[in-house]
């Protein structure tokens, strides 16, 4: 396949385009470098440095003979983004690249609305210029879990059959998502869904889980091939940052109560899911979405988990419970269906000790590059942000318009 992957500067969008090139297809990594930025402005920084797009390709090239194109690419930009997909005309696009932190989006209302455009106007973008240049491209786009929020029934995959005054139907499950950033995937999918129905596009949406560890076969081998690690209260996911927390004898930091129960899946397993998903397209205008986890667990239950790792090797951890600084349920139900990426092959790495005393091995290796100031989290959803968060730029990006537009000013 020739897969154009945006986002490839990312925590899984590296990793993803490694993947595929290791696999034969032809990759184009493309991304605007904008996550290297809003790091700058909220203090925080990978722990594990990590290369430029230039080195890092290059490294890949002398080591593995595989070329993978790198390209700077705001999906912003319209013209730009129209030119990428008719320069390449991709079989697959898999579309990482968006602003993707819940606290991000709810520091401020600048945050949110710069999440907001840019997830929903890239996405919009990238549509029209499928449409124009590459129509029977399948384009796999990055959801969450989070979009579905927490309903007091079992979440199905994307859709539910519904019985109302005598008639039946199948719907789009009902959304209830979380934060600003969760609502921004929402609005992708419904704009992803139309357009597979007016246009005859084809698109997976893969509602991701949270995501953890530290890398995959392809990053660990070379220290210019790794992937960004995030620890901090902004980027930081939460097993990843419990692990962090541990390395350095800092107690993990549980919100609330702790019964916050979420769909995880090891990073090892993205890249998979995602392959699994481009090499087993929909049919032109359909529009389907896979679940994208391999196991539920709930935030106390995960720190729970570390700390038995760590008393395996006679260590102690403490456990705290700080005032949840989000808004949502400490203890409910949840069940959702994760069936259709194991239909097509999926062979899951489920959360092991071995996984966390490598995730924590890592992290003791840089660990002078911790802060610990960024363990406590310094958004909440109900006063925003607060201590060293830059404020976001207004009208900086321009926001992509047509070009005859444009011309006229
Ligand atoms: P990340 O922040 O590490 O990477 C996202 C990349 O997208 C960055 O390199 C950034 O520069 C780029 N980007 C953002 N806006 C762009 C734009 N307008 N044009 C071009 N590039 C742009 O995030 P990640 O953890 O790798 O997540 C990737 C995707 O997966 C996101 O869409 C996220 O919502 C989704 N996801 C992530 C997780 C997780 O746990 N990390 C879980 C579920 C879903
Ligand atoms: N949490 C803690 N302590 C912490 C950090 C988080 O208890 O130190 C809790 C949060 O309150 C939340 C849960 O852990 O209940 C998950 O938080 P998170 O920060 O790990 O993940 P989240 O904000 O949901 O976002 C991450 C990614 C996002 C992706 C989402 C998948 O950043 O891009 O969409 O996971 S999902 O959660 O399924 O929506």
Request: contains cysteine; aromatic residues 8%; hydrophobic residues 35%.
């Amino acid at each position: 396949m020739r897969v154009i992957v945006l986002g490839a500067d990312g925590y899984l969008g590296w990793p993803t385009a490694l993947h595929l090139s290791a696999k034969g297809h032809d990759v184009v990594a493309a991304d605007s470098l904008i996550r290297r930025r809003w790091d700058l402005r909220c203090g925080t920084e990978s722990l594990v440095p990590i290369a430029g797009m230039k080195r890092r390709v290059a490294r890949w090239k002398e080591l593995t003979g595989k070329q993978i194109i790198w390209e700077r690419l705001d999906l912003m930009s319209l013209p730009d983004t129209t030119a990428l997909i008719a320069q390449y005309t991709p079989d697959v696009v898999v579309h990482f690249a968006e602003q993707r932190s819940a606290p991000y989006s709810m520091i401020s209302g600048p945050h949110a609305v710069e999440t907001q455009v840019n997830n929903v106007v890239g996405t919009l973008n990238l549509l029209f210029a499928l449409r124009e240049s590459a129509p029977n491209c399948h384009l796999v786009k990055l959801g969450t879990m989070g979009e579905y929020g927490t309903p007091n029934i079992d979440i199905e995959e994307g859709f539910i059959e519904i019985e109302h005054n005598g008639r039946k139907d199948r719907l789009p499950y009902p959304k209830q998502p979380g934060s600003f950033y969760h609502l921004s995937k929402v609005h992708d999918s419904h704009n992803i869904m139309f357009t597979c129905r007016a246009w005859g596009l084809r698109a997976t949406d893969l509602n991701q889980g949270v995501v953890y560890g530290s890398g995959t076969p392809e990053t660990d081998m070379h220290s210019e091939l790794r992937t960004r690690f995030d620890y901090d209260d902004i980027w930081g996911t939460v097993l990843n940052r419990f692990c962090a927390q541990s390395a350095v004898g800092h107690a993990l930091t549980v919100y609330g109560k702790g019964g916050q129960t979420r769909g995880f899946l090891d990073i090892r397993d993205t890249v998979r899911c995602v392959e699994l998903a481009a090499l087993n397209p929909p049919d032109s205008g359909e529009f389907r979405v896979f679940n994208q986890f391999t196991e539920q667990y709930s935030v106390s239950q995960l720190a729970e988990r570390v700390k038995a790792a760590r008393s395996a090797h006679g260590l102690e951890t403490t456990i705290t419970h700080l005032p949840n600084p989000r808004t949502d349920m400490e203890a409910h139900y949840y069940k959702a269906k994760h069936q259709r990426l194991l239909d097509l092959g999926l062979v899951p790495h489920n959360l092991d000790d071995s996984l966390i005393d490598h995730v924590i091995g890592l992290v003791e290796h840089y660990k002078r590059r911790i802060k610990p100031e960024l363990f406590a989290p310094r958004v909440d959803w109900r006063f925003g942000g607060r201590g060293k968060i830059k404020a976001a730029p207004t009208g900086r990006r321009r926001v992509a318009i047509a070009p005859s537009v444009a011309r006229r000013g």
